[in-house]
């Protein structure tokens, strides 16, 4: 019987620590607002117990596991927490879906639709911040039209 190299044990024990570290940083700052330990396990229908020791990093992971917590984050990218490049990508696409929503509650819009067809299914970061762009400089010429015409007619001002 052979022992475990000491390099893979650190490295294994590197990215357990990473991967706890993204669990928590995901949970704690869910787009939706923090998420307790048990709503994850909940959602990712794994135990408390289990989620517990996996942000301490004392879990020997199972893909399925990893799948299921990622799925419970409403992350449907398995590498999310695995890659730490994935997960900031993915991180980054969430905070410019949050300011779309935001952007959409702030003008008073129930929603938003995207009726492009060229419009890719998985947008990139760069494609989520152009819309919200276009959506904020469109609510401010919305305004700016509600504002003037109130003027024009003796109507209260926002």
Same mark, same amino acid.
């Given at each position: 019987?052979? /022992?475990?190299?000491?390099?893979?044990?650190?490295?294994?024990?590197?990215?357990? !620590?990473?991967?706890?570290?993204?669990?928590?940083?995901?949970?704690?700052?869910?787009?939706?607002?923090?998420?307790?330990?048990?709503?994850?396990?909940?959602?990712?229908?794994?135990? %408390?117990? @289990? %989620?517990?020791?996996?942000?301490?990093? @004392?879990? $020997? /992971?199972?893909?399925?596991? /990893?799948?299921?917590?990622?799925?419970? /984050?409403?992350?449907?990218? #398995?590498?999310?927490?695995?890659?730490?490049?994935?997960?900031? &990508?993915? $991180?980054?696409? !969430?905070?410019? !879906?949050?300011?779309?929503?935001?952007?959409?509650?702030?003008?008073?819009?129930?929603?938003?639709?995207?009726? @492009? #067809?060229?419009? #890719?299914?998985?947008?990139?970061?760069?494609? %989520?911040?152009?819309? !919200? &762009?276009?959506?904020?400089? %469109?609510?401010? &010429?919305?305004?700016?039209?509600?504002?003037? @015409?109130?003027?024009?007619?003796?109507?209260?001002? #926002?």
């Amino acid at each position: 019987m052979t /022992l475990p190299d000491p390099d893979v044990e650190t490295h294994l024990q590197s990215v357990k !620590l990473g991967i706890a570290e993204r669990v928590k940083a995901a949970r704690e700052n869910h787009p939706n607002g923090p998420m307790t330990r048990t709503a994850l396990a909940d959602a990712a229908g794994v135990s %408390l117990r @289990n %989620l517990v020791d996996i942000e301490a990093g @004392n879990s $020997n /992971l199972g893909i399925d596991t /990893l799948v299921k917590i990622t799925i419970g /984050l409403g992350v449907q990218r #398995p590498a999310y927490l695995i890659d730490p490049q994935v997960f900031a &990508e993915v $991180n980054q696409q !969430l905070a410019s !879906l949050k300011k779309i929503s935001d952007a959409t509650r702030e003008l008073g819009a129930t929603s938003i639709m995207f009726r @492009n #067809p060229g419009f #890719p299914a998985d947008p990139s970061h760069e494609d %989520l911040a152009t819309i !919200l &762009e276009k959506i904020v400089a %469109l609510g401010s &010429e919305a305004r700016r039209q509600v504002n003037t @015409n109130n003027a024009d007619d003796g109507s209260p001002q #926002p």
